[in-house]
Structure formats: structure tokens, C-alpha cells
């Protein structure tokens, strides 16, 4: 028993810490956005709450695997994460990050993908797009179903691919801040990056925000890599509720994409 409830009390304790850190990023992103843009959010309190609450939930499923394997990496070496640079080659630090976001970002576009069929959007990915418009608090708003998808990823990777306790660390923190940052209405990186050759690969509030705005495009996570390879990349959203919104996106976007997906969003949502 005493083995149980060393195990629970660190699934406890992670739980709290992915609760926390949801409340501190979120919490910081959307004071900044009502100082940038005053208003942005106004008449969205009602959703606000709906997605901490949905959040909230989603840390517990993130935060109970993530602390049993804790638990075990630090009682019986379960995981292949090591806190000695030197185990493995200096260029394997930066490497490692490299390979979990990729590893991550096809996960999640092809779940993110599957999660717009029909029946599994009304199911569980429905509550995420509830959010219209996005805010810096639904980054987790999930189903409990979508959740388990997102939850096992760090786990597995882990088990398997070994990395170094601070490049796992840099891993979460990309996860974390690039989470929020796509869905709270506003473009953060400056748009020599966005619009410029880096931004034809990585993924931004930009990017994602015209996947909330036609629902059938843009799945990625990170990286525009998959959507480029299957032709589900649609180019930028705007932001039509402040000045920085290109408006150009939105009537790009109205005579292209993918009908299929974009009349399932609507119907289902």
C-alpha cells in the first residue's frame, strides 16, 4: 500500500502542477491580451469559465499518467530520461527537442484530423471549437476523449526515446507557451517570421487561427510540414476584431479549402 500511495500522491502533486502552470501561462497571455487590445475578450466570460473548467479537467488526465511515470523514473528507472549531459552526445541535447516536437506534431496532426470525422467531433472535439473565438484560456478546453489523445504522447515518448531532464523540460515549455499563444486571438512573433521563410514552416496564432475560422485545414501543431504533404494548408487566418488582422486571409480562405471538412465543422459545431 505504502508503494500506491507513493505512486497516487505523485500523480496528486502532477496533476497540480499541470493545473498550476495552465492557470500562470493562460492567466499572464490573457492579461497581456487586455492590455495590448482592450476589449478583445468582452462579453467572453461566459466561455472563459467553460474553458478553465475544461481545462482544469484535461490536467488531470495529462497530469495522472505524466506523475505515475515521475514516480517511476525516480524509484525505478522506468523512463529513458537521464540528468547527465555526458550519458549521450552534446548534439543529441538540442537533437532531442528536435525529434519529440516532430514526433509530437505528426501525432497530433493526424488525431487532430481524425478528431474532425464526423462522429468524433460531435463526441469530443466539439467543445474545443465551442470557443468562437478562441481566448488564451482554451489552449486544454477539451472533451475528456481528446485529452487521452494528448496525453499519452510525452509518456510514450519517453519510455522510448531517451532525453536529457532539461530538454524535456524545453520540449514542455514549447508545448506550453505555443499552446496558448495560438489561440488568444492575436499574432505574438512579428511578421517578418510569420510571413517570411521560417513562417512557411512553423505554425503560429496566424496559422491557427484559420483552422478555428474554416475548421477543414491546418491541423499541425508545430510545424506546417503535414499540411503541406496532405494539401490541408490554407495559409494564414486574420484577426478581424483588431487592426493587426488580415483581412485578405479571410477572403482567401472563403474560395479555397477543404468543403468536406469546413461544412462538417459547421454543422457539427
Given at each position: 500500500?505504502?508503494?500506491?500511495?507513493?505512486?497516487?500522491?505523485?500523480?496528486?502533486?502532477?496533476?497540480?502542477?499541470?493545473?498550476?502552470?495552465?492557470?500562470?501561462?493562460?492567466?499572464?497571455?490573457?492579461?497581456?491580451?487586455?492590455?495590448?487590445?482592450?476589449?478583445?475578450?468582452?462579453?467572453?466570460?461566459?466561455?472563459?469559465?467553460?474553458?478553465?473548467?475544461?481545462?482544469?479537467?484535461?490536467?488531470?488526465?495529462?497530469?495522472?499518467?505524466?506523475?505515475?511515470?515521475?514516480?517511476?523514473?525516480?524509484?525505478?528507472?522506468?523512463?529513458?530520461?537521464?540528468?547527465?549531459?555526458?550519458?549521450?552526445?552534446?548534439?543529441?541535447?538540442?537533437?532531442?527537442?528536435?525529434?519529440?516536437?516532430?514526433?509530437?506534431?505528426?501525432?497530433?496532426?493526424?488525431?487532430?484530423?481524425?478528431?474532425?470525422?464526423?462522429?468524433?467531433?460531435?463526441?469530443?472535439?466539439?467543445?474545443?471549437?465551442?470557443?468562437?473565438?478562441?481566448?488564451?484560456?482554451?489552449?486544454?478546453?477539451?472533451?475528456?476523449?481528446?485529452?487521452?489523445?494528448?496525453?499519452?504522447?510525452?509518456?510514450?515518448?519517453?519510455?522510448?526515446?531517451?532525453?536529457?531532464?532539461?530538454?524535456?523540460?524545453?520540449?514542455?515549455?514549447?508545448?506550453?507557451?505555443?499552446?496558448?499563444?495560438?489561440?488568444?486571438?492575436?499574432?505574438?512573433?512579428?511578421?517578418?517570421?510569420?510571413?517570411?521563410?521560417?513562417g512557411a514552416w512553423l505554425i503560429t496564432a496566424s496559422h491557427h487561427q484559420r483552422h478555428h475560422q474554416q475548421y477543414?485545414?491546418?491541423?499541425?501543431?508545430?510545424?506546417?510540414?503535414?499540411?503541406?504533404?496532405?494539401?490541408?494548408?490554407?495559409?494564414?487566418?486574420?484577426?478581424?476584431?483588431?487592426?493587426?488582422?488580415?483581412?485578405?486571409?479571410?477572403?482567401?480562405?472563403?474560395?479555397?479549402?477543404?468543403?468536406?471538412?469546413?461544412?462538417?465543422?459547421?454543422?457539427?459545431?
Amino acid at each position: 500500500m505504502t508503494i500506491f500511495f507513493a505512486a497516487l500522491i505523485s500523480m496528486l502533486a502532477m496533476t497540480a502542477i499541470v493545473g498550476l502552470r495552465y492557470l500562470a501561462v493562460s492567466g499572464a497571455f490573457a492579461w497581456l491580451t487586455r492590455r495590448r487590445f482592450p476589449g478583445l475578450y468582452a462579453g467572453l466570460d461566459p466561455q472563459i469559465r467553460r474553458e478553465i473548467g475544461w481545462s482544469l479537467a484535461s490536467a488531470a488526465i495529462y497530469g495522472f499518467p505524466a506523475g505515475l511515470l515521475a514516480w517511476g523514473w525516480q524509484e525505478h528507472g522506468w523512463t529513458r530520461v537521464y540528468t547527465d549531459a555526458g550519458d549521450y552526445p552534446l548534439w543529441w541535447l538540442p537533437a532531442s527537442v528536435l525529434v519529440y516536437l516532430l514526433l509530437h506534431d505528426a501525432w497530433f496532426y493526424w488525431t487532430h484530423r481524425w478528431m474532425h470525422r464526423p462522429r468524433w467531433f460531435r463526441i469530443a472535439h466539439a467543445v474545443h471549437h465551442a470557443s468562437r473565438p478562441p481566448t488564451a484560456w482554451a489552449a486544454m478546453s477539451f472533451h475528456p476523449v481528446e485529452a487521452l489523445t494528448g496525453a499519452v504522447v510525452i509518456p510514450v515518448l519517453v519510455l522510448t526515446i531517451p532525453i536529457h531532464v532539461g530538454a524535456l523540460m524545453a520540449v514542455l515549455l514549447v508545448m506550453t507557451v505555443m499552446g496558448v499563444t495560438n489561440h488568444m486571438g492575436w499574432e505574438l512573433f512579428p511578421s517578418r517570421l510569420v510571413e517570411g521563410p521560417a513562417g512557411a514552416w512553423l505554425i503560429t496564432a496566424s496559422h491557427h487561427q484559420r483552422h478555428h475560422q474554416q475548421y477543414g485545414c491546418n491541423y499541425g501543431l508545430y510545424f506546417r510540414l503535414w499540411d503541406r504533404l496532405c494539401g490541408t494548408d490554407r495559409g494564414l487566418g486574420s484577426f478581424a476584431a483588431h487592426p493587426r488582422g488580415d483581412r485578405r486571409g479571410d477572403d482567401a480562405g472563403r474560395s479555397s479549402g477543404d468543403g468536406g471538412d469546413r461544412d462538417l465543422g459547421r454543422r457539427a459545431a
